[in-house]
C-alpha cells in the first residue's frame, strides 16, 4: 500500500516537470509515513515542503498542486492538506484485505525489496583473531552480521559476506609459540609457562593433536628454550619483553619448522570457527587472509599509493602516515624504525582492496572498543582517492553473560571465557540469535540466560514461535474435525473480518514490507525483532478473544485465510533471522 502512494505521487511530481514547476532533472525523495492519529488519514507526507523551494511556491500551494496531479485510484478515498502543507492520505478500507490475497499469492517473497537493486555491498564481520575459540562476544557480532547481510539481500543488494582472518603479527606468533611449549610439556619437557601465553584447554588440545601428528620432530631442550631469557612477571620481570624474546627463541630454534607449529594453530582454530560459524547459521562467501596482502604486495603497494598522493613523511626511522590532515587525532607509523609495517598498514592495504573490488558500499561491523579507530580508516580511504561515505562502520557492544546475578569474566588469554559453542548448546541457536539482535547493536545488552531457556510468554523468543505454533495447531485442528480449507471461499468474504483484532493484525501485515526496507537500510534488525513482537502479540490477542473454527464456513475461511497470512510473515521473518519457526511446542 505504501509503495503504492508511493508510485502515485512519484507520478503527480512528473506531472509538475511537464507542467514546468520543477526542473526536468530534478530527484524527488518522496518521504511518506504512516499516521499515528487515525483524524489525519492512514499515510502523510511532507513532499510539498521538500519541494517548495526548488518550486519556489509556498508549501501549502505547492501541495494543493501536488493533489490536482495525483492521478485517480480506488485505493484512495480522500486526500487532505493539513497544517503548513502536509498531505495526508485517507485509504478505502476494503483495501485493507488485499494484502490477504497477496502474502498468500507470494508466500516467501511477501516483502522483499528492489530497493538495492544493482548496488554491490561487501560486510564484513566477526572477523575474530583466530587466537581461541568464539566466545559470546563474538557472537552477538556474528547474529548482527549475518542479520544485517541478509536483509540487504532481501531489499535487493548484491551482498559478499566477508571475514578478515588476522593470521599475521604478534598476536599469531604468541598463540604459535603457546602452542608449542604446551607441546614440549607433552613431549615430556618442564618449562615455566609465560604468564602472556594463551593458557586455554584448546592450546593444550592443539599441542597434543600436534604430538600425536610429528612426535618429537619439534622438541627442544627446556634448558636452550628458556637460557638466558628476560624475566617474566611473576620473577618481577616485564611480561611483554619475556613473550616476545620466548617468540624469537621457538623461531630461532625451530627454523622452518616455526612455520608448521604456527600453521598447526592457525588450521585447528579457524576450522573451529568456521564450524562453529556454519552452525550457528552464519556463512561468508570469502575469508580474507591478512598474511596474503604481505605475499601479493598489497601492503607495499598502498604505500606507494599514499607516498604518491603526499600523505607519508619519515621521521625518526619510521614512516608516518598524515592522517591528521584527513580528520584523526593525530599521525601514525606505518613502518616502524625497524622495517616492519604495523598492523594499520595492513588495514590500509585491506581496504585499498575492498575498494580496488568495486563495492558501492563496503560495511564493516567492529567491536564498540574499535570505535577510536574508525577516523583513521576514513582518513586512509580519502588518502587513497575514494570517497570516505563509502565506508560505513557498525560498532557492536560486546554481550555480557550472567549466571544468576554473577558476571561471568571473559578472557581468550587466560582461557576463562564461555564459548559460543557452550552459549548455544544451553539455550539453542534460536534464542541465541534473537537475543543478540533484540537491540540497536551500539547497546549494551546482558544476556539473561534464564530468560533464554524458559518456556513462557516472557521469553520474546518462545512468545514468537509460539503464535506460528498456535497458527498450525489450529490447522491441525481443522483437519481432525475432517473440513476441508477453502480459501477462495474466504478469500471472497474477507469483508467479514470486522473485529478489532483483524483490523489490527491486516494493519500490521501490511507493515512487513516497509518494515523489512527500514531494518536493511538502516542496518537495524532490531526493528524486525520488535515487528514480530507487535505481530505475536496481537496474533495471541485475537487467538485468546475468538474461535476461528466456527460453524460459518465463511468466516471460518476468511479468518483461516488471515491467520495463515500471519503464519507465513512469521516464516518469512524468522527465516531471515535464521530462527526456527516449529509446528508444535
Wanted: negative net charge.
Amino acid at each position: 500500500m505504501k509503495q503504492k502512494l508511493e508510485s502515485l505521487l512519484q507520478q503527480a511530481v512528473t506531472a509538475l516537470k511537464t507542467q514546468g514547476i520543477l526542473e526536468n532533472d530534478f530527484i524527488a525523495q518522496i518521504n511518506l509515513e504512516r499516521t499515528r492519529d487515525a483524524q489525519h488519514g492512514d499515510f502523510a507526507t511532507n513532499l510539498a515542503m521538500l519541494l517548495a523551494k526548488p518550486a519556489k511556491l509556498n508549501p501549502r500551494q505547492l501541495a494543493e498542486k501536488i493533489v490536482a496531479a495525483l492521478p485517480s485510484d480506488a485505493l484512495i478515498t480522500k486526500v487532505d492538506i493539513a497544517g503548513p502543507g502536509f498531505i495526508n492520505f485517507f485509504i478505502n478500507p476494503d483495501s485493507q484485505f488485499q494484502v490477504v490475497k497477496q502474502i498468500l499469492d507470494t508466500g516467501s517473497e511477501y516483502g522483499l525489496s528492489k530497493i538495492g537493486v544493482g548496488k554491490r555491498v561487501q560486510v564484513e564481520f566477526v572477523s575474530a583473531n583466530p587466537t581461541g575459540p568464539l566466545h559470546v562476544g563474538h557472537g552477538r557480532g556474528a547474529a548482527y552480521g549475518s542479520a544485517v547481510a541478509d536483509l540487504l539481500a532481501a531489499a535487493g543488494f548484491e551482498v559478499e559476506r566477508e571475514y578478515y582472518v588476522n593470521d599475521a603479527g604478534r598476536q599469531m606468533d604468541i598463540l604459535a609459540t603457546s602452542v608449542w611449549l604446551r607441546y614440549l610439556e607433552a613431549c615430556g619437557e618442564v618449562l615455566p609457562f609465560p604468564s602472556n601465553g594463551y593458557r586455554g584447554e584448546y592450546v593444550r588440545d592443539i599441542s597434543a593433536n600436534l604430538h600425536k601428528k610429528a612426535g618429537d620432530a619439534y622438541r627442544r631442550a627446556a634448558a636452550l628454550v628458556m637460557a638466558d631469557l628476560p624475566a617474566d612477571e611473576p620473577q618481577g620481570g616485564d611480561k611483554e619483553k619475556h613473550i616476545d624474546a620466548l617468540i624469537d627463541r621457538a623461531k630461532a630454534l625451530l627454523g622452518d619448522a616455526y612455520k608448521e607449529v604456527f600453521q598447526a594453530g592457525l588450521d585447528e582454530i579457524l576450522d573451529d570457527i568456521k564450524d562453529d560459524l556454519a552452525e550457528f547459521g552464519v556463512s561468508y562467501q570469502q575469508w580474507f587472509s591478512e598474511r596474503s596482502l604481505m605475499d601479493d604486495h598489497s601492503v607495499e603497494q598502498a604505500l606507494q599509493r599514499l607516498d604518491a598522493a603526499g600523505y607519508l613523511y619519515q621521521q625518526e626511522g619510521a614512516s608516518w602516515f598524515a592522517s591528521s590532515r584527513l580528520g584523526d587525532e593525530k599521525d601514525r607509523v606505518v613502518v616502524r624504525d625497524n622495517g616492519q609495517t604495523t598492523y594499520f598498514a595492513s588495514d590500509i592495504a585491506y581496504h585499498m582492496h575492498k575498494l580496488d573490488r568495486g563495492f558501492d558500499q563496503i560495511v564493516n561491523i567492529w567491536g564498540a572498543d574499535h570505535h577510536g579507530y574508525i577516523p583513521r580508516v576514513k582518513a586512509a580511504i580519502q588518502a587513497l582517492g575514494a570517497d570516505e561515505s563509502k565506508l560505513k562502520v557498525l560498532l557492536v557492544q560486546f554481550a555480557i553473560l550472567y549466571r544468576g546475578d554473577e558476571k561471568v569474566q571473559m578472557s581468550t588469554r587466560s582461557g576463562e571465557f564461555v564459548t559460543l559453542r557452550q552459549l548455544r548448546s544451553e539455550v539453542g541457536r534460536d534464542a541465541c540469535r534473537f537475543f543478540y539482535v533484540m537491540r540497536k547493536s551500539e547497546q549494551h545488552m546482558d544476556f539473561d540466560l534464564k530468560l533464554a531457556t524458559s518456556r513462557s510468554n516472557e521469553n520474546p523468543v518462545y512468545y514468537v514461535q509460539y503464535a506460528h505454533a498456535r497458527v498450525c495447531s489450529v490447522l491441525r485442528q481443522l483437519d481432525e474435525k475432517g473440513r476441508q480449507r477453502n480459501p477462495q471461499l474466504g478469500m471472497e468474504h474477507l469483508n467479514l473480518l470486522t473485529e478489532e483484532q483483524e483490523a489490527a493484525l491486516l494493519t500490521t501485515l501490511s507493515k512487513y514490507p516497509e518494515t523489512l526496507e527500514r531494518a536493511a537500510v538502516n542496518y537495524e534488525p532490531h526493528q524486525l525483532i520488535h515487528y514480530l513482537r507487535e505481530l505475536a502479540n496481537q496474533f495471541h490477542s485475537y487467538y485468546n478473544a475468538h474461535q476461528f473454527l466456527v460453524d460459518d464456513d465463511k468466516l471460518c475461511n476468511a479468518r483461516i485465510n488471515l491467520i495463515c497470512a500471519v503464519k507465513q510473515v512469521l516464516v518469512n521473518a524468522l527465516s531471515l533471522l535464521k530462527i526456527n519457526a516449529p509446528e508444535a511446542m
